[in-house]
């Protein structure tokens, strides 16, 4: 089936370096997310992303976060500079025709801030 | 954004009987509500979904349930196994927007 790839996997980083982390969605789908989950908990909504533009984000999603798709390329979502409390597994997802199609998710990218 | 709450967080169940998860959410405008599985250090698969012109939607031994009057739905799971244990995500939709639940760790003690 359709897959979205993250990457890396795994990312250990030191508190105030900047980090990105990249995502190559499922081809031709429109729609991309990324998702916060701590210890495999809630999945918390970040920010939503189409046509270019941030649709929504929510509280989590601090000033330090950026995200982009340059010329189609990966979707990334960059943390500038990163704190302790952004140790997370970071989840993409994508999907083609918005909220009420199957949305996608990638394996995630497990985040550790020292 | 949207609200959706999730009861169970921890569901316990034998294996055979059957498991209901249930969900509420706030905004009206939702019209989708996926359901999804995630196995320890995995993702998220979709595992059955349902849209609010339908109040009822069964594969295999999934069925989900939708209330749209009350914000309401759930998901039971018949004859459990325990390959059946995960944690379970309710969502719901709208305007491109998908707001999860809190989980239910499901476990299925043979």
């Known amino acids: 089936g359709p897959k979205v790839l993250q990457i890396p996997s795994h990312q250990i980083i030191d508190m105030g370096q900047m980090v990105t982390l990249n995502c190559d969605p499922v081809?031709?789908?429109?729609?991309f997310y990324w998702y916060k989950q701590i210890l495999g908990q809630q999945m918390e909504f970040l920010v939503n992303?189409?046509?270019?533009?941030?649709?929504?984000k929510s509280k989590l999603f601090k000033d330090q976060f950026s995200v982009e798709r340059p010329d189609g390329s990966y979707f990334t979502l960059k943390i500038q500079p990163t704190a302790l409390e952004d140790s997370a597994v970071y989840f993409c997802?994508?999907?083609?025709?918005?909220?009420?199609?199957?949305?996608?998710f990638g394996k995630g990218t497990r985040l550790t801030v020292v | 954004g949207e609200q959706v709450e999730q009861l169970p967080s921890i569901l316990r169940v034998q294996e055979g009987s059957s498991a209901s998860i249930n969900c509420s959410y706030e905004d009206s405008a939702s019209n989708y509500f996926p359901w999804y599985k995630q196995e320890p250090g995995e993702n998220p698969k979709l595992i059955i979904d349902?849209?609010?012109?339908?109040e009822r939607k069964q594969i295999q031994e999934l069925i989900v349930l939708l209330d749209k009057k009350a914000k309401r739905f759930s998901l039971h799971i018949t004859d459990t196994q325990p390959g059946d244990s995960a944690m379970y995500f309710c969502a719901a939709s709208s305007n491109n927007r998908i707001f999860f639940g809190d989980g239910t760790q499901l476990v299925v003690k043979p």
């Open positions: 992303f189409y046509n270019g533009k941030v649709m929504e």
């Open positions: 349902i849209r609010s012109n339908m």
């Open positions: 997802a994508s999907s083609g025709q918005g909220g009420d199609t199957e949305v996608f």
């Open positions: 081809s031709n789908h429109l729609y």
